[in-house]
């Protein structure tokens, strides 16, 4: 559970940094940015030994 | 032992010599030439002084440096991405990627999944993802045809993805670089082989794939500014989206790809070896798609499993020659200068493969993983356990990493390829990242949470949270505050080169302490001791990172 | 160009290189003959039908017709054994006082391999057991075969008292033994010669470490040919360095040929031995040599899109003689190969 968590924050913070580099820049793209990331965090963390 | 330190000099000096490209021949053929050199040697040393039956030890304790496991996962790995994509399942994730942009995630979010879509599907070389979907990746922008990007856009988009690729490697579960580390780490830990050291590296993948994209985007693009090709959207160009469509068997395909996955990761039928269900998933997917056993072959990738097997060899002809011994009396004789210490000597240590990066991570790692193993508990003693699997948690993402900034054909040139970029345009980034975050990242995360779920019986561990998102947070912060720095002050020339080289200096250090903190806790001496070892692994690798990019000549 | 080196490849090709070592492998792999075999059956039977055109008809009959029978074969083997197995449950712990005096010999799976005994029985007990071959540490039996001089039956649970040593030896020792005594007892039933050869070829391991290890025998056969097969190409040899870092197509003014990326694509397909494909994607290249310049090992897309298309040409030649040789043969003339 604790690793879920983990992967879920770490995750959309590295979405929203991700969107912004991309020059996404409003609030809306860098929320997608984010929800990208948590998508990314959440499927990663179920596929892992934890 | 004399012999030892030759060995040793001489596989040293002909990775680095290659390196700089002093001797142009394919690493693996050096290797094999350097394990030949070993043995000859070595015979003619053991011959004089044990007599005629020591040399006939030699090679079979070269061939018994061969471990077989990783190299069959990886091959089986590789046969099912071939299966995958003849039968057309890369053609389906196309589709997936289509759809997911009319979803609430968007175009941003979209990207962001499609940049870490190579850690989630985790294939045993980044190499296969690269190729399916760079092309791919590459259509977003003005001459592939959709506009849908800039060119500046691209160039972080591509270069994202492809350090997410080429980290995808180790925590593969299928022939993962990381498995030749969870084998070592499984005399101590009985459930490693699951996969003890998948989790801390995707979660510094993830972070550190974020902070590569921001590398790009201010720093890269300032420093060469002229080496992109790269073209924006010109006046009255019309967009061109191209709906991607995929055959009912790609879809399949990927069906069974994922239970594949699945099974070879939870083992819900018993323990079968990933290879068995490797191969019955890709004869599956063969069978539904309709493609030949050619389909297989087309999948390998044949520099991995090569490099693999010759770091192997090396390994074993140095361990032969005693080479090991005397790579472990220098490391211990390191480890004694007051200014270095462990925590110091550990700290050049795990960033040695981010220092000298080959073509395929794995190597070195074949080769170096053996002498990590050596420092814990089984010989040396210089750590416990635990301080073992964290050590070697940072190592191996900052080994299997390293295949990105490679000039010698290493998988960061498929992106620098699709950037239309000179060579060498993506290293400051990727060993930036790799060197400052991703590695004390991985360290952190083994420390205070994943130790906890793979400790051996008897010991109880409690999962840190908050330390953990404590260091997250700094390291994340550390970093963002260097490229910010270096950004300011990045235009092309000298004094900006400079103040990179600041900026890797100082991040270094921080990495090389948060690696002693992560290791031998709270203690001063050691951190410091980390910082100062982190501050000369930084000095080397800062100084690889070209000035300018000359844009090499047409031979004809 | 000297032409034996495709025709060295024409006769081998890769369906036959296959065979060839699955066969040399079912001769050397102890646990799996059986199955190699089988395996072997079934990928001829695969080809036969793929070539069904081309003169795959001749022999996809008899290839069929042993396929089944192997198949048959291992039904038959393991219902006997099931036969077999279904007795000894009954009859558990089994009594040696079922079987005559004297000195019965029987085999069974040791740890290391196969274990052999004897069995002496006197007056309805064992009286003593010996190794006549084995290949697992001798301190595995030697406390627990003097305890068993004496006893009535061969038990099981008495013999897993030693397991501490090595269960599989241990286990093996039992069965052995089981065996010794199972195949002069008059109603049991028994296993015929030809389940006998089954389990000879098969070595009782039909479980799962016959089929994983089949699995990663899989593996290393394919990657070999894979790796061996471009050496039979003339000058496309080189192309097994390659390392897929696409370097050479992001100098390549060319870049991409119908989705793939070129010319790395050409080294791939020249590697797998693709050459119609690589005859095609030949034409695209325009010779401006810069992927050479920029490969680390050394590929050059126009020498390799000239070998291919070296070796194409040679085979469409081949080919074309041979359509023209069995049309003669048809029409009933007399050809040059015929008069020698
Ligand atoms: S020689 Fe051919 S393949 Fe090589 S770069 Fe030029 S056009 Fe491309
Ligand atoms: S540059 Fe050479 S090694 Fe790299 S993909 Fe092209 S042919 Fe292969």
Redesign the pocket.
Known sequence: MLGMLTFAVGGVLSGVMIAWSMDFKTARELIQGGLGGLTVGVLMALLLPM | MILGYVTLTIFLAAMVLTLLRKINLPVQTVLVLVTLVCLAIGAIVKGFTEGAAAILTLPNEMMGGIILHPVTALLAGLFLAGALNASGGFEAFKVLIAKLQKSPLGLAGTFVVLINFPMITSLPCGRIMAAALLPLLFAFGSEGGMNLLTKSQLIVLIGAFARNAFGSCGPSPIGGVGQIGEGFLGSHFPTAADGILRAPQAFSLMIGTALTALFLKMISRRLYPDSCSLRDKREGEVDAIVVPQAPLAGYASLVIFVAALIVAIFQPFGKVPVQTVLVIAAIAIILIGRAGIEALMAGIILLPVSAMVAGFMAAGALAATNGFDALGQVLGLLAKVPVLGVAGMLAIFVQIQTMIPLSCSRILTAALVPVLFLFGPAAYGFLTWEQLAVVMAAYIINATTSCGPSPLGGGGMMGEGQMRVESGYIKGAYTFTVMAAMTPLAAVYMKFLNLVNFAAPGEALTANIGALGGFVVLIVAINLLAIRLMARLAAPGDKPYFTQVGGFLATGMFAGMVLALSTFGLHVIPALQGAFGGLLAALWIAFMVPKKLEPEPAPF | MKTWAPLIEDRLTRGLRLAIMVGALALLFPRGRFYALLALAVLLLAHGIVHWRRGGKRYVGAIAAVTVALFVALVYANVQRHKVESYLEHHRPLAASLAPDGVHRGAGPGNNGPLTVDVKVTDGKIERVDLVEHRDAVYAFDDVLPALRGRATVDTQFLAGFVFRNERSIVGLGAAMEDALLKVIFDAPHLDAASRVVFFLTSNEGGRITINALAILFIVLLAFDYTFGPTLRPGLGQSLNCYNCQA?VG????KQVGGDP??MIMVLEARLGNVERLAELAKY????????AKCPVGN???SIASAGYLVWRERQRREQRRREHELRTLTGERTEVDRG
């Open positions: 050479c100098v390549c003014p060319v070129f010319p290249c325009v010779g401006c040599g810069r992927c050479a050059s897309g126009p």
